[in-house]
C-alpha cells in the first residue's frame, strides 16, 4: 500500500514538554549553571560541542560522574587535537565496567532488572544490577585464575547471550581486551580475526537455537580452538539445549588430534554459566566474589572489532576505555535519550558492532534485552512481539529488517501493542523513503524514527537522530554532538545540496587507538586520511541539506559513476522499495576498458516472477525503469536488469557492492571476495560465473572478425 507522505514533509515532532523531560534539555541546563554558557537549542549545542570538542567532552565526563582518577581540574579533555593522533584525558585512569555497573551500587537502582533474556519461545529471564554485577566479578575472578591479566585477549564464539554482555564487562573489568565473533561465522573466517590477537582465553557455545531449530557447532569450536595455541583455558557456555550440559571439548579435541604432539599442552576445559542466582562451574555455584576494577589509562584497549573483510583480512580495530565510556554517555545518553527506566532492544548478531551498543545503552542507567534468536522466528515481523512482550521503548534495526516487513504486507501496528516504544533506531544502510513512511503509517504514527550513520571505525554515529528537532522524511535530522560533519568534493571544498564525501574534520574520543598489528601506524592513517590529510574521509557518500538534515547515499567505494556524474547506490534501492516483485537488489558500476561504463542491476525476484528461461519479463523490467527514472534520474536507470538467485551480504547484512563490482572487473575471484566474511556464501558463485560470462563476451566482441 503506497503512503502519502512526501519527502522532506515532518513525520515527528517533539513537544516542548517532551524537549524539557529529555537528558539533554537537563544537560544544557547544567551547562549554564556550571559554565555560564546558555544553549537554547540542538545546534547551540551541536556549534558549542563542534568549536570547544576539549571543553564540551569534559563536561559531558562531569555531568555523567564519570567514575575515574586524574583527569584534572582544566576543563580540558583533549591535551592534543591533531587527527591521527589526538591525546585525551594523558593522565587519568579508569575501567569501562565499574562505569557501567555503578549502578549496582544505588539503593533505588540495585534491585531493578538490568538485563533480560528472551528466547524465541517468549521466555524471558531477568537479572537485577546487582545480581548482574555478581556474576561479571565472578566471571573475572574466573578468568584471574585462569591467568588473564590485563592487556591479554578473551575471546568469544557466542551468540547474543547474557553470557557473552557478562564475558565483555568481566574482561575489561580486569583490563584485558575483549573479541566476540558470533557461531554463525565460518570456521576460517573467525581465525582470520582471532589468530591476530592471540588470545589466552576462549568462549564458546557447541549449539545454539536458531528459528526452531538446533544448530550444532560442536566441531567447528574444537577447530577454532585447537587452532589457537595461545588459548590456555577453554570455557564452554551450554545454552540449555546441548545434550551434554558439562561438554568437554578436550575429549573431541583428543579425537580429532589422535598425535598429542599436534597439541603438546592441552588447554584446561570450563562450563560456565550465568543464573540471576550466580554463576555455575561444572554445576558448582562459584563462590561469592567481591567486585573489584582495574583502572587503565584513558586509551587502555577496550575491545577489538573487525572490518567486515570481503576483500581481504579483516582490520582489527581497537577501541579504549575513556573513548567508548564518553560516547556511549554522548550518543545514547543524550543523542538518543536513553536513561533509567528505558529498555533498549536489538536483535544484533555479535559479529556486528550493532551488539556493543547493548553496553553502551547500559552505560547510561538503560536496561537491555538479549536475544539470541531468529529476527523472524515464526513471522517476519516477530521483533515487534518482542517489543510487545518485554514493554522495549528503544529498537534498533537495520533497515533491511524494516523494508522485509514493509514488504511482506503485515501491519506490527494493528497486531501488536507497541505503546511503549517511543523510538526505532535504523541503522546498517540508508532506509529507505517508502519504509521511513510505512513505519509511520502501519507501525506506529508518533514514533522517532531515526536512521544513523556511523560504523565499527568509531562504534558509534556520525550522522542521526536527536530529541529537540522534527524528524522529516528521507533526511538524517543531523551531525550528534561533537561530530563536525561536512561534505566535501574532490578539491576539498565544502559543498551543499550536492554530493560529497563524508568527512569529520575533528576529533572524536571513539576514534580507534589503532589497528592491530599496525606497528607503524601506517594502515590506520591509509584508510581515513590518505585523501585529505589531517581530515578524517570516511568513505561514504552524503549530501547537505538548507533544513541542517543529511542525506546519505552509500559508501564511496561502491560509487557509481556515469558521465562524470556520481550516483549513490543507495538512491536506486530506495526506489526498488516501490516494486513488490523485488525482494532485494545490487547494483555495481564497471569501467570497460573501452572507455564504456556497465551499470547492470541484480534483482532477486517473488516466486514466478521470472520467465521461462528465468529472466525479467518486460514489462517488469519497464516498470523498474521507469519507477527508478521517476524516483531518482534518468542516469539512474540500469543498463541491463538480471534476476539472480540471491545477493551477497556480509554477517551485518550489508550488500557486497565492491566484491561483486571487483569479479566484473576482472579480479582473480579468490582475491576479489572472502567468502568467510558472508553469510551466505553460496550466492557469489553466481556472480563469479556472470562476471567470467560478460568478460568472456567482453574479449570475444573485441577480437576482429575472421572477414
Known amino acids: ?412 501496528g494493528a497486531e501488536y501493542d507497541l505503546s511503549k516504544m517511543r523510538s526505532i533506531l535504523s541503522t546498517g544502510s540508508p532506509l529507505p523513503d517508502s519504509t521511513w513512511a510505512w513505519v509511520h503509517t502501519h507501525v506506529r504514527p508518533d514514533v522517532h524514527l531515526g536512521s544513523d550513520s556511523g560504523g565499527t571505525d568509531i562504534c558509534s554515529g556520525f550522522l542521526g537522530s536527536n530529541p529537540l528537532e522534527p524528524v522529516r522524511l528521507g533526511e538524517l535530522q543531523g551531525p550528534q554532538l561533537a561530530v563536525a560533519v561536512e561534505a566535501w568534493d574532490d578539491s576539498g571544498r565544502r559543498v551543499f545540496n550536492d554530493v560529497g564525501d563524508m568527512t569529520i574534520t575533528r576529533p572524536m574520543p571513539s576514534m580507534p587507538v589503532f589497528f592491530w598489528g599496525d606497528a607503524d601506524g601506517q594502515k590506520y592513517r591509509d584508510a581515513y586520511f590518505e585523501k585529505f590529510p589531517g581530515v578524517w574521509t570516511h568513505g561514504d557518500w552524503i549530501s547537505e541539506l538548507p533544513s541542517g538534515g543529511f542525506i546519505v547515499h552509500g559508501r564511496s567505494d561502491a560509487t557509481l559513476n556515469r558521465q562524470g556524474v556520481r550516483l549513490g547506490s543507495a538512491d536506486i534501492y530506495s526506489a526498488m522499495q516501490h516494486i513488490p516483485e523485488v525482494t532485494d537488489s545490487l547494483v555495481i558500476g564497471v569501467e570497460e576498458a573501452d572507455g564504456g561504463y556497465y551499470m547492470p542491476l541484480f534483482v532477486v525476484l517473488r516466486d514466478g516472477q521470472t520467465t521461462e528461461n528465468g529472466q525479467v519479463s518486460a514489462e517488469l523490467a519497464e516498470r523498474i525503469k521507469t519507477t527508478i527514472r521517476s524516483r531518482t534520474s534518468a542516469r539512474h536507470v540500469p543498463d541491463e536488469i538480471i534476476a539472480v538467485p540471491g545477493v551477497p551480504t556480509t554477517h551485518a547484512g550489508k550488500r557486497t557492492e565492491v566484491p561483486v563490482k571487483k569479479l566484473f572487473a576482472g579480479h582473480d575471484p579468490e582475491r576479489a571476495v572472502n567468502r568467510g566474511s558472508l553469510q551466505n556464501p553460496e550466492t557469489i558463485d553466481w556472480f563469479v560465473a556472470r562476471a567470467n560470462a560478460y568478460r568472456d563476451k567482453k574479449i570475444s566482441s573485441a577480437k576482429p572478425s575472421d572477414a
Open 1 to 412: 500500500m503506497e503512503t502519502t507522505i512526501d519527502l522532506g514533509e515532518i513525520t515527528w515532532e517533539p513537544s516542548e514538554e517532551f524537549k524539557h523531560n529529555t537528558t539533554l534539555w537537563d544537560f544544557m541546563q547544567w551547562t549554564l549553571e556550571h559554565r555560564g554558557i546558555e544553549l537554547k537549542t540542538y545546534r547551540d549545542v551541536l556549534k558549542w560541542s563542534v568549536d570547544d570538542t576539549s571543553g564540551f567532552w569534559d563536561a559531558v565526563r562531569r555531568y555523567f560522574d564519570v567514575l575515574g582518577e586524574g583527569f584534572g581540574d582544566t576543563e580540558r579533555a583533549l591535551t592534543r587535537e591533531m587527527m591521527p593522533g589526538a591525546e585525551w584525558y594523558p593522565n587519568a585512569t579508569l575501567n569501562f565496567t565499574e562505569n557501567v555497573l555503578k549502578y549496582a551500587n544505588s539503593p533505588e537502582q540495585r534491585d531493578e532488572v538490568a538485563l533480560l533474556n528472551v528466547t524465541e519461545d517468549g521466555t524471558q529471564t531477568g537479572f537485577t544490577w546487582a545480581q548482574l554485577e555478581n556474576n561479571v566479578a565472578q566471571l573475572a575472578q574466573l578468568l584471574k585464575d585462569s591467568g588473564v591479566e590485563p592487556g591479554d585477549r578473551v575471546a568469544a564464539y557466542l551468540p547474543n547471550i547474557p553470557e557473552a554482555l557478562i564475558g565483555l564487562l568481566a574482561a575489561a573489568s580486569i583490563g584485558a581486551v575483549w573479541t566476540i565473533n558470533s557461531p554463525d561465522l565460518s570456521v576460517q573466517a573467525t581465525l582470520d580475526r582471532l589468530q591476530q590477537l592471540e588470545p589466552k582465553v576462549l568462549l564458546g557455545v557447541k549449539s545454539y537455537q536458531f528459528n526452531g531449530k538446533t544448530i550444532d557447532r560442536s566441531a567447528q569450536l574444537v577447530e577454532i580452538a585447537d587452532q589457537l595455541p595461545s588459548v590456555t583455558t577453554r570455557i564452554l557456555v551450554p545454552t540449555g539445549i546441548d545434550a551434554d550440559s558439562s561438554g568437554e571439548p578436550s575429549d573431541a579435541a583428543a579425537a580429532s588430534n589422535p598425535n598429542d604432539a599436534v597439541v603438546p599442552s592441552r588447554p584446561s576445559v570450563l562450563s560456565y554459566r550465568a543464573l540471576p542466582s550466580g554463576g555455575v562451574v561444572l554445576e558448582e555455584p562459584l563462590p561469592a566474589t567481591e567486585p573489584s576494577y582495574h583502572r587503565v589509562p584513558f586509551a587502555h584497549p577496550l575491545w577489538v572489532l573487525f572490518s567486515s573483510g570481503t576483500t581481504g583480512k579483516p582490520k582489527g580495530i581497537v577501541h579504549g576505555h575513556g573513548g567508548m565510556l564518553l560516547e556511549a554517555l554522548k550518543g545514547p545518553g543524550l543523542n538518543h535519550d536513553m536513561r533509567r527506566g528505558d529498555l533498549y532492544y536489538v536483535a544484533a548478531n555479535t559479529s556486528w558492532m550493532v551488539w556493543n551498543t547493548l553496553v553502551n545503552n547500559l552505560i547510561t542507567g538503560a536496561s537491555v534485552v538479549t536475544y539470541a534468536g531468529s529476527p523472524m522466528a515464526g513471522r517476519v515481523d516477530h521483533q515487534f512481539k518482542i517489543i510487545a512482550e518485554t514493554g522495549a521503548t528503544m529498537f534498533a534495526t537495520g533497515a533491511a529488517y524494516l523494508s522485509l516487513v514493509e514488504k511482506s504486507g503485515l501491519v506490527p
